[in-house]
């Protein structure tokens, strides 16, 4: 079956760096586009960034622009958040996601708190 298993979140202060890792398993990951979505306390869901199949096409949310990087590794079946200049904005909880054949999977979630 789907799995996704985030890793990499922690507590870092303002203007620190933090690197997620989604690691996918149950789908042929080279053939899917990938997503990481936030949620802080208290909000929805946000989307945050997504990148194609093929790692050449990428998408941001305005707020993290020019912060955040996604990239993927289809060897190693891993999709990566390299997050810089962090703000405590950011603090929320960071969600891996892929639409597989018509159903949508989520890893359990990776904690990222920024202090000011």
């Known amino acids: 079956q789907v799995q996704l298993v985030e890793s990499g979140g922690g507590l870092v202060h303002f203007g620190g760096s933090l690197r997620l890792s989604c690691a996918a398993s149950?789908?042929?990951?080279?053939?899917?586009?990938m997503r990481w979505y936030r949620q802080a306390p208290g909000k929805e869901r946000e989307f945050v960034a997504s990148i194609r199949s093929t790692g050449d096409n990428t998408n941001y949310v305005d707020s993290v622009k020019g912060r955040f990087t996604i990239s993927r590794d289809n060897a190693k079946n891993t999709v990566y958040l390299q997050m810089n200049s962090l703000k405590p904005e950011d603090t929320g909880v960071y969600y891996c996601?892929?639409?597989?054949?018509?159903?949508?999977?989520w890893g359990q979630g990776t904690q990222v708190t920024v202090s000011s």
């Open positions: 996601n892929a639409f597989v054949r018509t159903n949508d999977y």
């Open positions: 149950g789908f042929t990951f080279s053939q899917y586009r």
